[in-house]
């Protein structure tokens, strides 16, 4: 029950709240610390052992995490010194990881249950499962189909749903294991790369709570709900009074 936090990026759409702190250390609801949720998260869920992926600020979340211990894990960590990514710093990890572990954003509020995506990753056999969320997009305009010049079809301000990544995945091992350490590698270059192979990665989708703090509106609704939504986003053990 392993997991790879990825913890290093700059947080610029977030600024000027990631200008002194990394994002995965900014407060929500004046109580905890996005990364803290998570990691009691982890613990509950029965995870035993994190490695985080450091870079931006990246002694603040040492100092803050330390060992896990408090948190119920075994944590240590991994330092870029150069941007590798959000799968690149897995690379020079593939020693240090089990067959199959799970990846994830350290900026994400979600009750998804990590330790049953890992295990459904585990029995599909794919090369990565990845943890989806619907989204509901509503268009302002009216859409046109066009072909050879003619209109063939008109839809009013259509609503497009669709499915999105969450930023958790379970993966295996042997799914990195032919790249090479020191390489920077996106998530999509992944799936891309494993598309094009004929290795199709496998849903996981997952309709409770997600919000991705990637921006200063979803930072000001992750805090605007946070009191509302703690007893579904902190194990009981941790809870405090509102």
């Given amino acids: 029950m392993h997991v790879v936090i990825m913890a290093g990026g700059l947080g610029t759409r977030l600024r000027p709240y990631t ?21 009691h998260q982890l613990a509950a869920c029965g995870f035993t052992h994190a490695t985080l992926a450091i870079n931006h600020l990246g002694s603040l979340i040492r100092a803050f995490v330390g060992d896990g211990r408090r948190f119920g894990l075994r944590v240590d960590y991994t330092e870029e010194r150069v941007p590798l990514s959000t799968v690149g710093p897995l690379f020079g990890l593939r020693d240090r990881l089990p067959e ?42 009216g859409v046109l189909s066009v072909a050879d010049g003619r209109v063939v079809e008109f839809t009013e301000k259509p609503t497009l749903d ?10 295996s091992t042997k799914t990195i294991a032919s790249y090479p350490v020191g390489r920077a590698f996106g998530f999509d270059e992944l799936m891309l790369d494993l598309i094009g192979q004929g290795q199709y990665p496998a849903d996981y989708p997952f309709e409770g709570h997600w919000l991705d703090i990637g921006r200063p509106e979803d930072y000001d609704e992750a805090n605007r709900t946070f009191e509302a939504l703690r007893p579904i986003l902190l194990p009981a053990s941790v809870r405090t009074p509102a």
């Avoid at 200008?19 to 990691?39: F, H, Q």
């Avoid at 669709?162 to 993966?171: A, E, F, H, K, N």
Wanted: charged fraction near 15%; aromatic fraction near 10%.
């Fill in 19 to 39: 200008t002194a702190l990394p994002k995965p250390l900014v407060p929500i609801g004046d109580s905890y610390a996005i990364l803290e949720i998570v990691l």
């Fill in 162 to 171: 669709y499915r999105v990544s969450m930023g958790v995945y379970g993966l």
């Fill in 100 to 141: 199959h572990f799970l990846v994830m954003n350290g900026d994400i509020l979600t009750n998804l249950d990590y330790a049953d995506l890992l295990r459904t990753h585990v029995a599909s056999g794919a090369p990565v499962t990845v943890a989806t969320f619907r989204r509901s997009v509503r268009i302002d305009f």
